[in-house]
């Protein structure tokens, strides 16, 4: 398996919400709920090639600081990053957009409704 094809697990406090959210704002579809005997609160959701879990996030009786890491979406096709910006920036929070290259967008952030980083990379 390589890391383009790895599912990326997140943990979020209410699963249904933010996957609406992904599907609303960010045009994910859900590919299907895992398999409910080794996961019940989860579902996973797609956009292109990438494709992310959401799982009820443990709550721990003891619970440190952590620092959640943020969700990577690359995409195969610079232009998709720039089209995406472009759709996404009257919907959603943008918060960084360093990868500006012959005046076109290659890579930005965005804030999802959790307040987790989302970064869109080629």
């Known amino acids: 398996m390589t890391f383009e094809n790895a599912v990326q697990k997140i943990e979020v406090d209410n699963v ?6 992904y599907r609303e704002y960010l045009g994910f579809t859900e590919v299907s709920p ?4 080794s996961n019940p609160n989860g ?15 443990i709550k721990k009786k003891f619970s ?13 096709n610079p232009q998709t990053i720039a089209s995406l910006f472009e759709k996404y920036k009257q919907q959603v929070k943008i918060v960084n957009t360093n990868g500006l290259q012959d005046n076109r967008i290659t890579e930005f952030a965005i804030k999802d409704c959790n307040g987790l980083l989302v970064l869109f990379t080629s």
């Open 16 to 21: 249904r919400l933010t996957a609406n959210y």
């Open 34 to 37: 895992p398999d409910k005997s």
């Open 43 to 57: 579902i996973i959701l797609r956009y292109e090639e990438n494709e992310i879990c959401l799982e009820t996030k």
């Open 64 to 76: 440190s600081s952590f620092t959640t890491k943020p969700v990577n979406l690359r995409f195969k």
